[in-house]
């Protein structure tokens, strides 16, 4: 299967996994990409460049733009996860020093 039909398959499959119509989704990019262009992508019939990957990852809220151009396969965020991620970007170097040990604890703990 070709890159441009795999985007798409994943597009879908984290569209439908949001149960988010393609109507829905349109408006939440700002109106930058349409229905029928996010469709298009979808069926893998246009390629998806970065920026409207970024657009869509946002407007989807729960994925990458790497993860949508199919250059990682981390897949879709919980909404913990998410949080987390959002939290440990805001914090300095300390905050961010103190989260990765206890990380690192807890992570070893079965």
């Known amino acids: 299967m070709d890159l441009t039909k795999r985007i798409g398959l994943r597009l879908r ?5 949001q149960s988010a119509s393609l109507a829905a989704l349109a408006p939440t990019t700002g109106d930058t990409l349409s229905k029928s262009r996010i469709s298009n992508y979808a069926q893998g019939l246009r390629c998806m460049g970065i920026e409207e990957a970024l657009t869509l990852a ?13 250059l990682d396969d981390d897949g879709v965020l919980a909404k913990d996860e ?5 939290c440990f ?6 905050g961010r020093a103190a989260v990765l040990a206890i990380a690192k604890t807890e992570g070893g703990r079965r």
């Open 58 to 70: 946002k407007a989807l809220g729960a994925v990458s733009a790497t993860y949508l151009l199919c």
């Open 13 to 17: 499959e984290v569209r439908r996994g």
């Open 82 to 86: 998410k949080r987390l991620i959002e």
């Open 89 to 94: 970007r805001r914090m300095d170097e300390r």
